[in-house]
């Protein structure tokens, strides 16, 4: 018996744990939206792991940045209701498949399943590298179960829109679409944080600004004159995980191919009216996943 628990103990330790959710989150087959949420039943299946030491990894996973999650009431013994790999994830499992194939023809040892060590990545930051200041501020805004962070990435002169007014709708679009999400039934309480990009960049500006964006849990971008500074910042969006809305007048120019995937609002007078007829609802459903993925507050 004492054998059996020791064995068990060790295989299901937090080091070995990670790695074993980790593939079963990157083997998970994409929709065609490109999203792959599998639920704690579907996990526990996968691994064979306990839904103690599931929460663990998935928890450990989500503070690296790796996986994501959305929250609700009723999920016990899990403390998620779904959870997905984010794109830095799946590099990081990529990488460790890789790894493990160089040792493994190294050793002239036969292949295994899956990746059969991890450890939570150190993020590197902006170019120009955070300090611990700026990831202290991250993690506090990301903390804040309770607040839905929106940012808003434009230039500042155009002669497709009026700057000043087209914050000012965008600010108060998004305060309308969470009074009525916060009245539905089951939906999750949360105030609105907006805040519209700085312009310009140095190293320490850029830094505040791949700070906003990172903190962010939806980040707005209008592309309406494919600006270059507006395209780095979705850039550090799509990077990091953080979910993007590109916006745009009715009639601009398309964005270039590599981010033409994102799914674009197409607008008039400013972004005071937004030409699709739901665009209304696809704003409470895409903050209905923000604020899941967030968590209720304490």
């Known amino acids: ?59 450990l996973l989500v503070e ?70 700026d990831w202290e501020i991250v993690a506090q805004a990301k903390s804040r179960t309770g607040e839905l962070r929106v940012v808003l990435g434009y230039p500042f002169k155009s002669d497709h829109f009026d700057a ?24 999750i309480p949360v105030r609105l944080d907006f805040r519209a990009l700085s312009a310009g960049y140095g190293e320490h500006l850029f830094n505040e600004i791949a700070r906003e964006v990172i903190s962010a849990d939806i980040a707005v971008f209008d592309t309406s004159d494919l600006n270059s500074n507006v395209m780095i910042e979705m850039g550090v969006a799509l990077t990091w995980g953080v979910r ?18 994102q799914t674009y609002a197409d607008y008039r007078d400013s972004a005071k009216e937004f030409t699709d007829k739901g665009h209304h609802e696809k704003m409470l459903a895409m903050i209905d996943r923000a604020a899941r993925k967030k968590g209720a507050p304490a």
């Not at 679409?177 to 939906?187: F, L, M, N």
Request: one cysteine or more; glycine letters at 8%; a neutral charge.
């Open 64 to 133: 690296s940045g790796v996986v994501e999650w959305m929250k609700a009431m009723g999920t016990a013994p899990f403390v998620f209701r779904q959870v997905q790999i984010t794109p830095r994830g799946r590099y990081q499992w990529e990488r460790m498949k890789s790894d493990e194939r160089s040792k493994l023809v190294e050793e002239q040892r036969t292949p295994i399943a899956g990746p059969t060590s991890f450890r939570p990545p150190v993020p590197v930051g902006s170019p120009f590298g955070f300090t611990d200041n």
């Open 1 to 59: 018996m004492k054998n059996q628990i020791g064995a068990t103990t060790m295989a299901e330790s937090i080091e070995s744990t990670i790695p074993l959710v980790l593939h079963a989150l990157g083997s998970k087959q994409r929709n065609s939206a490109g999203d792959a949420w599998t639920s704690g039943e579907e996990l526990q299946q996968a691994t064979g792991l306990s839904a103690p030491r599931i929460n663990d990894a998935v928890t």
């Open 164 to 187: 000043e007014q087209l914050k000012r709708n965008v600010e108060d679009m998004f305060r309308k679409a969470i009074e009525d999400y916060c009245k539905k039934p089951g939906s």
């Open 244 to 261: 993007v809305l590109p916006i745009k007048r009715e009639g601009c120019p398309e964005p270039p191919s590599d981010i033409s995937g």
